[in-house]
Nanobody
Framework: VQLQASGGGLVQTGDTLRLSCAAS????????VGWFRQAPGKEREFVAA????????YYADSVKGRFTISRDNAGNTVYLQMNSLKPEDTAKYYC??????????????WGQGTQVTVSS
């Protein structure tokens, strides 16, 4: 599975962005897909995950109520809708896929990351 993350950019506090994670190579509709982020000098941290085709979703407390993870009907693209962005959301965002859910960055497949920068 190859993952391609896109949609990052430079925005202002309170703005909105939607990240996309597109899979190729084989379908990953049954996999768990997660988003992680990593700021300079910090560890990679969990943001959100979705299990199966629009099943259970999980969110970090820091993004709950602001971010929404979803999947397209075909199941091969996962989105992260990010509303009310804050400067502390600034990081490189990575999508990842695996066979089971984890809060830790222990997934089997990773995209290359897309930078999100929120200015105050």
């Amino acid at each position: 599975v190859q993952l391609q993350a896109s949609g990052g950019g430079l925005v202002q506090t309170g703005d909105t962005l939607r990240l996309s994670c597109a899979a190729s190579g084989r379908t990953f509709v049954r996999n768990v897909v997660g988003w992680f982020r990593q700021a300079p000098g910090k560890e990679r941290e969990f943001v959100a995950a979705i299990v199966g085709r629009g099943g259970f979703t999980y969110y970090a407390d820091s993004v709950k109520g602001r971010f929404t993870i979803s999947r397209d009907n075909a199941g091969n693209t996962v989105y992260l809708q990010m509303n009310s962005l804050k400067p502390e959301d600034t990081a490189k965002y990575y999508c990842a896929a695996g066979r089971s859910f984890s809060w830790n960055p222990s997934y089997d497949y990773w995209g290359q990351g897309t930078q999100v920068t929120v200015s105050s």
